[in-house]
């Protein structure tokens, strides 16, 4: 209808720079080589290196993080200032929780829609992984055990590690997808690429996990350590937040030079 | 991040603008140096009088869409997307301040806005005793327009959505409509409007009437084409009129799946993938607009559970099919594409040419002057290329994700749509959306296959750039069911000799039940002699089914006193059990070589269509 006269999506490309042009080249004639494909994850995330530096400090990549901390806790019963696990809480309903509860207008909208989005994968994938019906739609026995689970340190730190690697997984697609399609002079082409760039991103989200493996004990141990008394401060998520990410590029840096 | 404000000074409004902030007065009225057409009074002569709550709304709503034209989004090409979201701070004086000012009011402008544009935020910060003059004698509190509270009050664009909703009402009822419009510097758009609103009036005398609102920047040239505001000014003038003549309802036709519009790349975020008819979005602006009129105010959409094929073919089906070739859709006519009408390569011009081939109606819509033939021509460039393989790639994806897939796929864009729907459930809202969404699916990939059929001819070469070269290799082309029988022969013709390498089945439950695990190894997509399907007074239950995907699968297992000829009965009795809908996969397993001529046999039944003979040994 309306939507007729206005452009119903806009179609974005990646910068003229050399480094860009250079990625574009790499993707329209990567042979499935899997170093070619690390050599394409690895480059975008050079040149993006202050900026993905910078995401840790997002308020918003904050709040998105401090959700699922919260329903951590709240899972298993612990007292959260804000957070409330409703009487069945669908997976839905908790995405939808989230949504309120990463406020848009401060810091990066990008980031803030990259975050949220990541997040949502996380509960997506934790209530997928510990449901015992092959369904989102289970009944609030179920899923309020879904989200008990969650509330242990390794529950927490499953639930961490969903959140680094889809971020990291979606922030790569946010560069490499802009102009995939308009490579590839066939179809069958293309199709072959996404897989080669999903495979790509697969490597790199199970980089991503294999970092957050690292993470992993860090984190069991943070979390049992901080949410004794309840939900960790904002400036000790903010500090959990910068050693999680800071391991995530130390590990990716030197999965580049090795 | 530090953003720059942006601060808009309307009707006069003062205000002191930081320092480090963006601001532009903007006017329309003649004296005030105006720098925006809001002809607002030559509308509300058309209705006599408006009352001043609903002209600070068209005013707002009309400085809202020139800003958003101003203020500038940042290039396509920037690494990230940082300058897209803004933030606008209004100020604006109105006529019915104590109403603009009350903060639930703002939170619904900003809620409302910042959705539907992706922005940041959206401030309002109202001034008084705004006034502008009578527009005629009969622009008094106590007059209005009579005879239209019956009216039916719709958008109307000139697109295939729009006319094949306003058909309907015209053709299925005896109601009045009354079209609204908004008119821009496009001529092209208003010509295409006037054009199909004579056709209307002329085959329904009396029952339409067309109101147009024209508001656009004048003093500058619009910096942001993406206009993701337009739908709140679009919506505002039909609230407008809706609100004057006393009717709390306008409607919207939109399709569903244009109106969800999930992402097809990751970089779509915050509406850069337009959210003009979400339904979040129409929600949030029936809240506001209830608000405003006090009433209870309702915005329809009645073709949210209709794909754009399913919209074409109910409209093909009327006497207005005529009127098809008439409809624009593109979103590009402000380009210098010559004698077309359409570009024939923006998303929109791309869903109408498939929507057509998927409806039956191509030879309609290609009398349609397309500037590109993307089906037989090349692409003009990589944008194109991209929405185009990027549309095919979606619908290809809703065609064969399982709804498993689907929902973990698609977790995030439904779960912001769950609530707005309509549904009872979060599970019948899931199920429905996943329904569509396989439809669109499925139509799209027969949409392609026709256009196939029809364009790629052998003493033809296949012009490099084009949709032909560009599904060269075939495989998109084969239907969702046909790649379905593909994997479940590929599946049993590894699996079955080894299963049964040792021990020969029993009996045929005994082979169907290896075959019910094989076909379920990777998910469970197949059923089990279910479900019962009733074909005049009788009832089949197959082996194997895949309900979903329209496929049943028989089992004939050769040996004994089971020869091939009495299997040849069996199978010829199976085509007249099922309904025609329904392709049958037979599976014969024929471990003793009983059948002497393999080709022979199968050609036998595949000839007469709606059915694959896959034998196993």
Known sequence: MV?????????????????????????????????????????????????????????????AFKFLMELAIAGAGGQTTAFQLPDNPTAFTIARMLDSAVPVHTGSSEYAALAKAAATDAIANWYAQNAMQPSLFGTAEQNSEIWKKAGSAGGFCEIARLFFAKFTERYLNYFLEREASAVSPTLQRRELLQKQIRDQIDAVSKHAFETARITQSFAAGWYKRHTREGVPTDEEIAGFLAIAFGKLREDLRREKTE | MGKRVHHLLCNGARFEV???????????????????????????????????????LLEIAAYVYCADRWSYRGTKSAVEYQAWSRDFVFHIKVRDFKFWSQSQIRQKLNAALSFLSGDRKFEFEFQPNHKTPPTSLFDLQQVSVTGLSKTRIALFSGGLDSLAGVYEILSGTGDQVCLVSHRSSQPQVGRTQDQLVYSLQSRFPGRVQHYKFYCNLTAQRAAEETQRTRMFLYSAIATAIAA????????????????????????????????????????????????????????????????????????????????????????????????????????????????????????????????????????????????????????????????????????????????????????????????????????????????????????????????????????????????????????????????????????????????????NVDRGRFEREHPAVRFGLATAIPDHSAFEEDLVIETKYLRGSTTPSRASDGMAADLIKYPPSKHILFVVYDPARSVSDDEAFRRGFEEKGRCTVHIVR
């Not at chain 1, 806009?10 to 003229?16: E, S």
């Not at chain 2, 480090?20 to 009088?49: C, G, M, T």
Request: charged share 25%.
């Open chain 2, 244 to 519: 004057t003549v006393g009717v709390n309802e306008l409607t919207i036709f939109e399709n569903g799946i244009t109106s969800f519009n999930f992402p097809r790349r990751q970089d779509l975020l915050n509406a850069r993938a337009t959210r003009t008819t979400n339904p979040k979005a129409i929600s949030l602006l029936q809240d506001l607009f209830a608000a405003i009129t006090e009433a209870d105010f309702h915005i329809a959409t009645p073709f949210i559970w209709k794909t754009k094929a399913d919209v074409v073919a109910a409209l093909a089906k009327t006497s207005g099919s005529a009127l098809v070739p008439s409809g624009v859709s593109c979103s590009r006519t402000f380009l210098s594409i010559g004698s077309a009408s359409h570009c024939g390569e923006c998303s929109q011009c791309i869903d109408r040419r498939f929507a057509s081939y998927a409806a039956g109606i191509d030879e309609l819509d290609d009398s349609v002057p397309y500037a590109v033939d993307f089906i037989n021509s090349p692409l003009s460039n990589d944008e194109a290329c991209t929405t185009l393989v990027d549309y095919v790639r979606q619908a290809h994806e809703f065609a064969t994700w399982n709804p498993d897939h689907f929902a973990t796929q698609l977790f995030g864009s439904i779960s912001e749509l769950v609530d707005y729907v309509g549904a009872v459930t979060e599970e019948e809202a899931y199920n429905r959306i996943s329904q569509l969404c396989r439809r669109h699916g499925k139509q799209v990939m027969n949409a392609m296959a026709r256009m196939r059929d029809k364009h790629d001819r052998l003493e033809q070469k296949i012009v490099h750039g084009s949709l032909l070269s560009i599904i060269a290799e075939r495989e998109y082309l084969k239907l969702p069911i046909s790649r379905l029988v593909e994997t479940a022969c590929n599946c049993l013709d590894h699996a079955i000799p080894l299963a049964f390498q040792t021990n020969a089945p029993k009996d045929e439950p005994d082979l169907n039940d290896k075959i019910s695990a094989i076909l």
């Open chain 1, 3 to 63: 939507s007729n006269l206005m452009g119903h999506e806009r179609v974005g490309a990646l910068p003229k720079t050399e480094p860009w042009r250079k990625i574009v080249k790499d993707i329209a004639s990567y042979d499935g080589e899997t170093e070619q494909s690390r050599r394409i994850a690895n480059q975008t995330l050079e040149n993006v290196r202050d900026r993905f530096e910078s995401i840790q400090r997002d308020p918003n990549v904050h709040a």
């Open chain 2, 18 to 56: 930081p320092r480090n902030a963006k601001s532009l007065r903007l006017d329309y009225r003649p004296d005030e140096q105006p720098n925006v057409r809001i002809e607002l009074p030559s509308f509300v002569e058309q209705l006599l009088h408006i009352p001043p709550r609903l002209l600070d």
